[in-house]
């Protein structure tokens, strides 16, 4: 028996355009309970890394695939086929690359290989929906001699930032985003300020601030004003808004504000022509404002999120939906006289005539740094089978 661990060196997300290390370490286990040990062989290893698509057959029309090479090499139990009995299409892949031939290994002996891939840049991000998912995986082929292949996958995520493609790095590399306090190989250092660029990228796109207000008004009058300082954001940020309800002709009883993702199938590729969008709340607030002059709210941006993006086949756009209920009459109470002259005490009316109306606010949502996004994330750094 031998067997194959897969470690990624930082973690299981990346940016397109990033480079993945995995190390991958073969062992001939020595067990203290084995009376006769002997040495183990493998014919060879490959390793590639592919994306893999999938979507709802009720919903999408799936585009046509070349299936012809794949059917005749999944006969092939010889063949490496990284995507050998997944679901769906593969979209992207990369050039495979030969770790080793002819391993032999004696009781006990391990041997490591690293593997170094770029991500693609024009690739799409990892992405979980209702309609569509992409699927990231490196893929590790194993094979004995006259025994089939086994294959190690290995999932991670893929964040995607537009514009990145498009920088120039500078040929002076004391100008070049770096980090200061870390010591870097060479082989590593494009890599590492194409994520510090990233890093700077995002923070000046998602520090700019300015005022926004919104007059929030029904067909009876005006309710308040809505402020928030910025609408582009990075996952992991909070969304911060608040309302003034003491400048409104009509009372609110109660207003609701949600953090929603917009799922939206290309029109080409949908089932049925005009197909409703699909929606998915990401965190909601929901409070009773009936003589309240300001409100606020505070909605978070989980990091395990997608962020916005658009492909041949689908869409994903972030929103604030807000629901608001408002009442036709000036004052929400009565007065009621106690027993005693000088009790007074406030009751709510039992009945009261109201009215809803909805509102939505588009947001724009960028990726953040790969590390941090790696904290929460449900995919491991560590892989193994047993072979």
């Not at 040990?37 to 799936?62: K, P």
Request: aromatic share 8%; hydrophobic share 35%; proline share 6%.
């Amino acid at each position: 028996m031998i067997e194959v661990l897969a470690k990624l060196g930082r973690g299981p997300v990346f940016l397109a355009g990033e480079v993945l290390e995995c190390v991958i370490t073969f062992t001939n286990p020595l067990s203290a309970s084995s009376t006769s040990a002997s040495s183990e062989m493998l014919a060879w290893a490959s390793a590639q890394i592919h994306c893999q698509f999938h979507a709802s057959e009720n919903r999408v029309v799936l585009p046509p695939s070349d299936g012809s090479k794949h059917d005749v090499q999944a006969e092939n139990e010889t063949v490496f086929v990284p995507n050998r009995g997944e679901r769906g299409q593969c979209i992207l892949s990369t050039p495979p690359k030969i770790l080793f031939c002819d391993l032999r290994l004696d009781p006990g002996e391990s041997k490591s290989y690293s593997y170094c891939e770029t991500l693609p840049i024009d690739g799409p991000p990892s992405f979980r929906g209702q309609s569509v998912k992409y699927v990231y995986k490196l893929t590790i082929g194993c094979q004995r001699v006259n025994s089939p292949i086994k294959l190690l996958r290995v999932p991670f995520r893929v964040l995607v930032l537009h514009g990145l493609k498009d920088y120039q790095f500078p040929m002076d590399e004391a100008v070049a985003p770096s980090n200061p306090f870390l010591e870097e190989e060479e082989g590593l250092k494009k890599d590492s300020r194409l994520a510090d660029l990233a890093t700077e990228l995002l923070m000046a796109t998602t520090s700019r601030r300015s005022l926004h207000l919104y007059n929030i008004s029904n067909t009876r009058g005006k309710v308040g004003t809505f402020c928030i300082f910025k609408t582009v954001y990075k996952i992991g940020e909070d969304v911060i808004g608040t309302f003034n309800f003491s400048e409104g002709d009509i009372p609110c009883l109660q207003f609701s504000v949600s953090l929603q993702t917009e799922e939206s199938i290309q029109e080409e590729f949908q089932r049925r022509r005009g197909q409703p969008i699909s929606f998915s709340t990401h965190a909601r607030h929901q409070e009773a404002c009936l003589h309240t002059a300001q409100s606020s709210f505070s909605l978070p941006i989980p990091l395990s999120s997608t962020p916005g993006f658009t492909t041949n086949i689908v869409s994903l756009k972030w929103r604030l939906h807000f629901e608001f209920v408002t009442s036709g009459e000036s004052a929400g109470t009565c007065l009621v006289r106690g027993s005693q002259l000088e009790a007074i005490t406030w009751t709510g009316v039992e009945q009261m005539e109201v009215d809803t109306f909805s509102w939505d606010l588009p947001i724009k949502v960028l990726p953040t740094n790969p590390i941090l996004a790696s904290y929460v994330s449900q995919f491991s750094s560590t892989n193994s089978i047993s072979i």
